[in-house]
């Protein structure tokens, strides 16, 4: 009873965003600083990067989501704010104006920037363009705000469902921004998720933080774990549904619905990676156990060689065996079956870990296309997994050789 | 007391090299087929690539060499004989022939293959190649062997030097393959190494398990490990030292002189990874122990961002300090330095992980150059490492966009 609706973000009741330009970037046509306001307080939860170098406003973010409790979301994009000597401050100050803007407290502000890292951000800009954002702010803001968050995104990532829960109709929203120095095992990009469910923080948290490990971990773009990238999600219960304070039906209808919209965030960031033409999809079955699953999957997407391989539609399966060979998981290598997927069929490649004859024409009419499968069957178990990627192209290059200057 | 010499795997006494082409590859300008002979028995040692799927010719070359001995070295390109089913029977196969047309024992050959995996070798041009292989063998042949071992590389790489042992005059030399699929971490890539030093089996195979960690497990070219490669060394003990048969003031000379080649051939293979414009040099100071200043040092060379950045000469350290970041070494990011080194000049970008003003002006100079040097200071210890890579381009794309067909 899920079904997929319009209005990304502002799709749940409650919800207002707004997405301008304030001047942070050069460019004047394209938006750079995005607000997200719930009606009412809402439970809140966040996953961060890994990277041990962390943007200043996850430190912020962190320090306003203790309680589990937020109304805002503040991002830039067009800088980091990331190995600045005065980023906390600044940050702070992003909380700061927005909660002023708001009539809301500093401490319900999730911050959040994203661009280039070690450049001074200069707060007049932002400091400008809050009021006017403030201003902007209306149920149908979702994609604005999903515009302001873009970096090299070609495509504007937002996404909504639509499910029940104890009788009352519930949804959940989501935007995201991706592109480049993205890589599993990390809270991997920026996502804003919000929904009307009724949910409590520490449920919430633990729906967020058992989704990402199947969702945003197992997706790469380029092997670069990101110093700013964090998921958010609010929830402020305006649904009416009795809220889920422990798991169990209820629990497990929402992680349904909170998986549909991640899993379709991963494909929207994955088929749009810096450069890419083409969605890699790693599905892995047949595994001993969960963990060899995602470490194959997950190997299989980052390799470059296979990524080149794809660019040029060749059935290059050997260096799908290759990063299975080298990912690390406790793999026997003569049961691997091999076969690229497309729209256009499927054909087997390479059975028991050796060649099989194919055909190369047939191969080639396969990969050509947008989205690739690629199946892997370990032969050794019942488990699964699937991991997300892209092709590595002339414009991830490119896009990369001079981003900064 | 060492100098560089011309050579490379001919220059030690008692070695003959050859190389031709016997018809693996179509391209009949290209050399596929090459051959190292010892006149006598020599001490011999290798390390294998820790991928799970193994060439078939590293399985026979391991067991040849149990007994620490050989006197030959046969090695093809343009099919690794990797996941074939007749895999391990063409390597032996190329073993008896090589053996056969040298009137030696098949056991003390020494087998390698290198190209495409997943694709039947036929053994036939191989046999019909190998009895005119021996007879051009020459003390002049080392630069065909080393064009025969080449794939995708466009620089042929060898290397000599001459040193001291025991008052006696010993030569050490080598010729690699390089170019794609090669990471840190495993034994990277095909490696000929000969030296008339006298040395124990067991010596020679310590010297080079402790040489490889701080050589070739450094350098990574595009962070898929190949299922192929391997580093071989032969002693053949005609220098007429004493014999190393531990420790000390000799072996110690020994590890020098193979250091020399090996860093030697490690900068090669890295300025003339596939596609690269650009070699990359990662110093790191100042740790607090060897496993983090390697770690540090490989994570910033294997960075596609930053590799991406020096080829657009884009002295974008933020992704110096992201690499830095994610690597999983324990480092304190607020004591990092970071400064782009070449032959152009030294400018700091970084000081305690935050960014410095620099001239962008003089950073494009530096970063111009062919050879760079990215220095990395931890500031939390003493201790150095040094990892090689090279800049990611247009062409590592195109030439493995369609490397098969």
Redesign the interface.
Known sequence: MMKLIDGGICAAKGYKAAGVHCGIRKNHSKKDLSLILSEVPASAAAVYT?????GAPLTVTKAHLENGIARAVICNSGN?N????NGLEIAEQMCALAGQALSIAPEDVVVASTG?????LDIAPIAAGIPELAEHLSTEGSAEAAEGIMTTDTVLKEVAVEFELGGRTCRLGGIAKGS??I?PN?ATMLVFLTTDAAIAPAMLKKALSTDIQATFNMLSI??????NDMVTVLANGLAGNPEITAEGDDFNAFMAALNTVTVHLCRMIAGDGEGATKLLECVVTGAADIQTARTVAKSVV????LK??M??A??????V??????SGAD?D?NRVDVAFKSPKGVIPV?KN???IPFS?EKAKEILLEKEIEILVNLNSGETSSTAWGCD???D??????????
Chains 1, 2 share one sequence.
Not at 50 to 54: A, E, R, S, Y
Not at 116 to 120: A, D, H, K, S, T
Not at 314 to 319: K, M, T
């Open positions: 890994t990277n041990l170098v962390k980091a990331t190995c600045n000597a280039v890292i070690g450049q001074p480049g120095m890589h990390m380029d092997g670069d774990t990101s110093t980052c390799s470059s060689l080149a391989a660019f040029g060749d059935a290059n399966w050997g260096r065996l290759c990063a299975i060979g080298y793999v290598v390479c870990g050796a060649g190369e590595l192209t002339y991830y290059v490119k896009i990369n050789g001079d981003y900064r200057t």
